[in-house]
């Protein structure tokens, strides 16, 4: 019994000595002012859209100037939205603060798999979580270039999710960018064919071609539908016809028929 009333002192005690830190910490932190701001960007050796400056720019456009404030008065969370709101290119931020005057930002960067580039010679990106993202004024990625017959304007897709596109039934709408999107995430999962692929083209007919790195010809894939299969038969074809006819001999490689491919030789 005495050691069971022992073990609730020496834990009442404790309790009482934390609180009373606590207090006199919450006291103190009310007066410490914001000395530094710290902020580190994710993903930034392969993708440099955001910097150091871009960040501090966004706040001080926005009047939020931390140096100097009251720690407790920095409003993290409104500081998370406006970098967010303010910069696409941004896909998260996290802002704290600590008893020591600092203000630590953490920035997620978008990225971006393809470039869209319309008949009007508008262009902008899209990331791999499908949302659109405006080009850098500082910094161009390297990513598959989607051109040619494709009127997709920017502002028709923005906040558009086309991760959630792929779901629709609907396709009365004409709209090709889903399907390209869903394209490209095909390519970049393979390795292969994302090293071979770097340009697809929309022609008049709204039928998707491919522009090989290696190889003077043109793949036409004709729609998204039957993927697995296209790109089988385009690797046997590589294998089998290409390696022993020469790289440069087809014009086009057409996989748009099923369990076929249809050649065009050069002249």
């Not at 966004?58 to 920095?74: F, N, R, T, Y």
């Not at 500081?79 to 290119?89: F, G, Q, R």
């Not at 600092?102 to 470039?115: D, F, K, L, N």
């Not at 897709?157 to 609907?170: C, P, R």
Request: glycine share 6%.
């Amino acid at each position: 019994m005495k050691e069971k009333l022992k073990t609730v002192i020496i834990w009442a005690l404790l309790f009482g000595y934390l609180v009373a830190v606590l207090w006199i910490v919450g006291g103190e932190t009310a007066k410490v002012r914001v000395d530094s701001v710290s902020v580190n960007i994710s993903d930034n050796s392969n993708d440099k859209f955001i910097t150091e400056s871009d960040v501090t720019q966004a706040l001080e456009k926005e009047g939020i100037k931390l140096m100097g404030m009251l720690i407790d008065s920095v409003n993290t969370h409104y500081i998370e939205d406006v970098l967010t709101h303010n910069n696409k290119s941004i896909k998260k931020a996290d802002v704290y603060r600590t008893v020591f005057g600092e203000i630590g930002v953490r920035i997620e960067q978008r990225q971006p798999i393809m470039r869209v580039i319309n008949p009007n010679g508008e262009s902008y990106y899209i990331d791999a979580n499908g949302q659109v993202m405006p080009l850098s004024k500082k910094y161009t990625a390297h990513v598959i270039v989607i051109n040619g017959n494709l009127n997709e304007p920017y502002m028709d897709h923005v906040g558009e999710n086309l991760q959630h596109s792929l779901t629709k039934t609907d396709k009365s709408t004409g709209e090709l960018l889903p399907d390209l999107f869903r394209l490209v995430r095909f390519i970049n999962n393979n390795k292969f064919w994302k090293a071979q692929i770097e340009q697809i083209y929309i022609n008049q007919k709204k039928e998707i071609e491919l522009v090989p790195r290696v190889g003077n010809h043109t793949i036409i894939i004709g729609t998204v539908d039957n993927l697995v299969e296209k790109f089988e038969n385009l690797r046997a074809f590589y294998e089998q016809g290409l390696s022993k006819y020469g790289w440069n001999k087809y014009k086009t490689i057409n996989l748009k028929f099923k369990n076929q491919i249809v050649c065009t030789k050069r002249i």
